[in-house]
Every structure is written in C-alpha cells, then in structure tokens.
C-alpha cells in the first residue's frame, strides 16, 4: 500500500507545482501566449483535485482539526483558480481563433488578468498546503 501513497504524492505535487508554476509564469509574462497552457493547465488542476480526494481519504478520511481546516482554504482557493481559469482564460481562448487584432488584444488581456488571479488563488493554495501540519 505504501507504493500507492508515494505515486499518489508524486502525482499530486507534479500536477500540482506544474500547474501554479506556469499559471504564475503565463501570468507574469503577458508575452508568454496563455492560449498554449490553458489545456494542460486544467487537466493538470484535474489531476491534481483526484490525488488529491485519493490523498484525503488516505490520510485524514473522518478528521477535520485544524489541519484539515488549513487544508480545506487550500483545497476552496484551488477550486476558486480552476474556475477563473476555465471561465476567463479558456472561454478567452476559445474565442480568440479567427478574431480581429482589437479584439484578440482584449482577450490576451483578459487572458493575462485570469491568470494573475488564478496565480494569486494558487499562491495561497500552495502555503496552505505547504504549512497545513504545522497548524
């Protein structure tokens, strides 16, 4: 069983620091096209919301202390980052095939302030994750 939690670890923190890492890259960097991480981001955000529902049944099924509690903002931010994502840079993204310059300008930066948000969301997700034990 032991092997099970340590590729489960593994699975979540990969999807995990891939995912807050180029979301605060793209999000940093407005030259950096978001439209090109948008996809892989949400199936790295996907990955990472099923390891972890494995990895708190795992290890804290039945018990909400504090730690639980620290996790759980980090888990609410995560959820929060996700649909900022899907809802301002996928649909953004979506739209912008086939759009003219002036509007494909509005959506880069309608992309780019998704991201900034999702980033900031993820920061917080990230501590919370970072310093749930220590709660």
Request: charged content about 15%; some cysteine.
């Amino acid at each position: 069983m032991q092997f099970v939690y340590i590729v489960t670890i593994g699975l979540h923190v990969m999807a995990g620091v891939f995912w807050a890492g180029t979301t605060i890259a793209v999000a940093r960097d407005p030259g950096i096209r978001a439209e090109h991480f948008i996809r892989p981001q949400l199936g790295a955000s996907g990955l990472a919301f099923l390891t972890g529902i494995l990895l708190w049944y795992f290890f804290h099924d039945g018990a909400f202390g504090s730690m639980e509690k620290v996790l759980a903002l980090g888990i609410l931010t995560a959820l929060i980052a996700a649909g900022v994502q899907g809802a301002l840079v996928a649909s953004a993204s979506r739209r912008l095939a086939g759009a003219d310059a002036a509007t494909q300008t509005q959506l880069r930066a309608k992309m780019t302030r998704g991201e900034r948000i999702a980033g900031g969301l993820l920061v917080i997700t990230v501590f919370c994750m970072a310093t749930a034990k220590l709660f």
